[in-house]
């Protein structure tokens, strides 16, 4: 027996063994050191005695069994967490060992006997803990994962599908202004897939005046991390000129970096050509299409305060038509129209491209005439100008002809500011129409 | 192969369905839950036979794992046998588990599950033994339950092929779950004449029964 407890004290497992009559009569050193009782005190005892009324009763029943009808047991840990009051060497007794018991018969040649194999599963429980704690971490983790997955996906089927409805084109372009992303009404507005402009900057994609504008307006948002909104003129591929706005706000990195743009191209070309029409309506007038009174006024108070700086000349034409009411009495206010216009038409065609015609009233003209040379010079438009009105106009069933008196006044020569202007080329009119010769400077025209 | 008349094979049943009812009585009382088991379908097989049926028709796709829970017996005139209990290792999974209130997600069974899983497995391999040792009047001495997971291919590889097997398919169901699972016997030759002779003792089954 003394080698047997030899080598029971040897071995890393408790052993208990129980003669018939379940009495210990093994007490190895390893339930010695967690039990409160050494082997010498416990042997003879049973296992109550030794253990107080601290056995889970399971333990109980199939020692019984073992020893009575040779079954053998185990006890695992998870349905008997701690069967026995064994405690850690060394530990303060307030909490059990964590335990699996083997319970197997065995004989001692002439009566059965029991033998209880007693392991500390602590390691193995904290392992399988961490373990399981991993493994739920990583369930949350995939859950969330998933959950975020398909929150991203809906938000993309949400954007693809608002942009694939959108009434305005909606476009991304990274920092260097390349097109990332382009809606339908994007590639219509275009004219071209997102797959064909995806390559170079879109600026690239404007008439040759604008590309530099707008690549530079570009540039200087990525840089100072600004709103970009321009307007510019864009050719579609059918031909057919187009005025688009582009706006965009900047898209950014985790970093804060701007990563590229993101906006709208709309069509504004109708509205852009309603303004200009408006425009035009505002400073011209209607019947002749040059300019109306208010609008050459301006031109010839801009032109004076210009010149004051420079030692041009500007010169001022009057031009009323003599009985212009004649043809109106004789051929209808129709046929008046349509000399107004031929002489608005012969006037604009005499002088250059940069003077200014203006219909000034009923039937008066004005032309203002920029870096004017001399008096000559003046003589020879001024000549021109009766000359050409002079001809002959058709009326569709008749021709008529009208002659104009030409009031003639100079700047700085004859006055220093638009109102003395005006005036005197007025009277200097009004001379010639009654056939007085003219007030001042330029000798009345003999054509 | 030894065959057996169907006096003999419901004599069996018969021994089975005592012994196993005793069984689920034992574990409910473990657990502390109804559990109701389901008249045992009895037969003999070979080893081979067996594997086959355990792989089902999914011989070629994902295998089914089954866990086993295994104790040898050997009976005081010469009886030898090892008695086996298989379930399908995701259907333990969840007993054990639900046992333990543990809903943790990992596939394969832990060490300390295979060990309550053991436990199990013990409470009805020994349950089922003492009740079928009671009956013939004997004594069955048990080795430690063994637990081993594995693909259901190789899960009777370290068994001799030419035995006979004792298959008892039991349904087990305990509360919402359903678990099918199968109680073996494997014996050799002359264990199985011993065990069927004391069947037909047990029944007094006339003994021409046995030629």
């Known amino acids: 027996m003394n080698d047997d407890h030899l080598l029971a004290d040897s071995v890393d497992i ?41 056995i889970d009763p399971r333990l109980t029943l199939v020692v019984r069994e073992a020893i009575d009808f040779g079954w053998t047991a185990r006890l695992s840990h998870a349905l008997h967490p701690m069967p026995l009051p064994l405690f850690p060497p060394g530990s303060d007794h307030s909490q059990r060992m964590m335990q699996a018991i083997d319970v197997t018969p065995t004989t001692d040649g002439t009566r059965r006997m029991c033998l209880l194999q007693v392991r500390d599963v602590t390691e193995a429980v904290h392992r399988e803990a961490l373990l399981k704690q991993q493994a739920h971490q990583l369930r949350n983790d995939l859950q969330r994962l998933s959950r975020a997955q398909e929150e991203l996906q809906r938000s993309e089927m949400r954007f693809r599908e608002l942009a694939r409805q959108a009434p305005a084109g909606l476009f991304e372009a990274d920092a260097e202004a390349r097109c990332t992303f382009l809606n339908e009404r994007g590639e219509q507005l275009l004219g071209r897939e997102l797959a064909h402009v995806a390559g170079s900057p879109w600026p690239n994609l404007l008439p040759a005046a604008e590309q530099e504008r707008i690549h530079d307006r570009w540039l200087l948002a990525v840089k100072s991390a600004t709103r970009f909104s321009e307007e510019f003129r864009y050719i579609h591929p059918s031909g057919r000129p187009l005025w688009l706005r582009a706006e965009a706000g900047a898209l950014r990195d985790q970093h804060g970096q701007i990563r590229g743009f993101i906006g709208t191209i709309v069509d504004i070309t109708e509205f852009h050509e309603r303004a200009s029409r408006n425009e035009f309506r505002a400073n011209h007038d209607s019947l002749t299409g040059q300019l109306n009174r208010d609008h050459f006024e301006r031109h010839l108070r801009a032109a004076i305060s210009g010149a004051r700086e420079v030692t041009d000349r500007i010169a001022l034409l009057f031009i009323d038509l003599d009985d212009f009411k004649v043809i109106n009495d004789t051929h209808g206010h129709q046929a008046g129209d349509t000399v107004l216009k031929a002489v608005a038409y012969r006037v604009r065609r005499v002088v250059r491209a940069e003077d200014r015609v203006a219909r000034y009233g009923g039937d008066e003209f004005a032309v203002l005439l920029y870096e004017a040379g001399d008096d000559r010079s003046l003589a020879a438009i001024v000549a021109k100008i009766t000359h050409a009105v002079a001809l002959p106009i058709n009326l569709g069933h008749c021709h008529v002809r009208i002659s104009c008196s030409i009031g003639l006044a100079v700047y700085p020569d004859d006055a220093q500011d638009p109102n003395g202007l005006l005036n005197q080329a007025d009277l200097r009119m009004y001379d010639g129409k009654r056939g007085r010769p003219a007030r001042a400077g330029l000798a009345p025209p003999t054509a | 192969m030894r065959t057996f008349s169907d006096l003999e094979m419901d004599a069996l049943a018969e021994a089975f369905n005592l012994s196993l009812g005793e069984a689920a009585a034992t574990f409910s009382a473990i657990v502390h839950e109804e559990i109701e088991l389901s008249v045992p379908i009895v037969e003999f097989i070979s080893r081979d036979e067996l594997t086959r049926r355990l792989q089902g028709d999914k011989a070629d796709q994902d295998p089914t794992r089954l866990c086993r829970i295994n104790q040898s017996f050997t009976g005081s005139d010469g009886l030898v046998t090892d008695a086996l209990l298989l379930f399908p290792e995701h259907g333990s999974l969840e007993i054990v588990r639900r046992m333990l209130g543990d809903d943790t997600p990992i596939a ?47 899960l009777l590889d370290d068994k001799a092929a030419d035995n006979l097997i004792l298959v008892a398919r039991i349904g087990m169901v305990m509360s919402a779950h359903n678990l099918s699972g199968f109680v073996l016997f494997l014996m050799d030759v002359p264990s199985v004449d011993q065990f069927m002779a004391r069947v037909a003792h047990l029944f007094r089954l006339p003994s021409a029964a046995l030629q």
């Open chain 2, 108 to 154: 394969h069974i832990t060490e300390l599950e295979q060990d309550a899983l053991a436990e199990i497995g013990n409470i009805i391999i020994n349950s089922c033994m003492s009740s079928l040792a009671n009956l013939f009047g004997t004594e069955l001495i048990g080795s430690l339950p063994r637990v081993q997971c594995s693909d259901a291919a190789h």
């Open chain 1, 14 to 54: 408790g052993l208990i063994l129980l003669d018939h009559d379940g009495r210990i009569r093994l007490w190895n050193r390893w339930i010695a050191q967690r039990a409160t009782r050494a082997a010498h005190e416990a042997e003879g005892m049973t296992l109550t005695e030794a253990f107080g009324n601290h």
